[in-house]
């Protein structure tokens, strides 16, 4: 039999599992049917792979999930609060109706995934990646993301190949992000053009692509300010 240990952020044993051919995915799995409708506090998922699993409905406070893998996984009314995701990889995962308040996301991906009715408020994003990700009725308050102080944010999908972002900051500094790139209105308008390899001035598609998905923000930006 093989038995699998489930430590705090503290170094202590909050949960173990025994089976034949055992897996930290399994001991992962039961400590969430052990812990159905319960809050799991300050435990301690980091350097795990946990793609696949289904977190739906489980409830997690002040946790630590570093170098993990969420790759294909579900998060249906799921609840991380106070947590940490440090390098973590979310890509082709789905998030519905789940809040992540007062989290932290550094350097995570979530490629391809999907937020529906989901919450994030107060939680910071640096160096994350969300392309191809899709956004529907998800609210991000007061939260961080790249060290910008985000007070309203809309992310478009389908615009180009790339994520799309329009952003308004705390004191109404405005930003667009386009792909990897989120600067300033001010530095897109004075140098639009700045990835001329893959996006160079010339008329073709992709370019244009791009070129509408940037004047979109600008419009989206507008309708904000004017709304106050």
Known sequence: ?????????????????????????????????????????????????LSGIDFSNSKFDNSKFFNSKFYNSQFYNSKFYNSKFYNSQFDNSKFYNSQFDNSQFYNSQFDNSQFYNSKFDNS??????????QFY???????????????????????????????????????????????????????FWNNPSEFPNDGSLQSEYRVMAYELCKKWLAINKASK
């Open 1 to 49: 039999m093989k038995k699998i240990e489930i430590k705090t952020i503290l170094g202590e044993v909050c949960f173990s599992w025994e089976s034949e051919k055992n897996t930290v995915k399994e001991t992962v799995i039961e400590l969430l049917k052990a812990n159905k409708g319960k809050w799991i506090e300050k435990v301690n998922l980091s350097e795990m792979d």
């Open 124 to 133: 910071k994003f640096y160096n994350s990646k969300f392309y191809n990700s």
């Open 137 to 191: 009725n998800s609210q991000f308050y007061n939260f961080i993301y790249n060290g910008i102080k985000v007070k309203t944010l809309g992310c478009f999908n389908g615009l180009y190949k790339y994520t799309v972002m329009a952003i308004v900051s705390e004191d109404g500094t405005e930003y667009v992000r386009l792909g990897c790139h989120t600067r300033l209105v001010s530095e897109w308008e004075k140098n």
